[in-house]
């Protein structure tokens, strides 16, 4: 079994800034690809930053300058710092890993539960 728990989410004023975390715990053999998500109310949920097990990281162009996608190997934890945030920003953020259970097994993804984040004018 395996999970993923996002903390960090909360309410901020527009300019701001709040750190995720994402934690993957239990039968982890190796962590591929992490990312994270949001989905605003009525809308598809869409990516936000991606990176790597290497450190490679990729952002949607809405972020990009103003987020920062990092991820601790040793830890199995992944965090998005995001600052100068802006009210369009608010949604539920989810993590995400591509996640190995064992040195012969496929990969799979794997979804955190979400955490809020909530950023007025």
């Known amino acids: 079994q395996v999970h993923l728990v996002e903390s960090g989410g909360g309410w901020v004023q527009a300019g701001g800034s709040l750190r995720l975390s994402c934690a993957a715990s239990?039968?982890?053999?190796?962590?591929?690809?992490m990312g994270w998500y949001r989905q605003a109310p009525g809308k598809q949920r869409d990516m936000v930053a991606r990176i790597t097990s290497v450190g490679t990281t990729t952002y949607a162009d809405s972020v990009k300058g103003r987020f920062t996608i990092s991820r601790d190997n040793a830890k199995n934890t992944m965090y998005l710092q995001m600052n100068s945030l802006k009210p369009e920003d608010t949604a539920v953020y989810y993590c995400?890993?591509?996640?190995?259970?064992?040195?012969?097994?496929?990969?799979?993804?794997?979804w955190g539960q979400g955490t809020q984040v909530t950023v007025s004018s």
């Open positions: 239990g039968s982890i053999f190796s962590i591929n690809d």
């Open positions: 995400n890993a591509d996640i190995k259970q064992g040195w012969r097994t496929l990969s799979r993804a794997y």
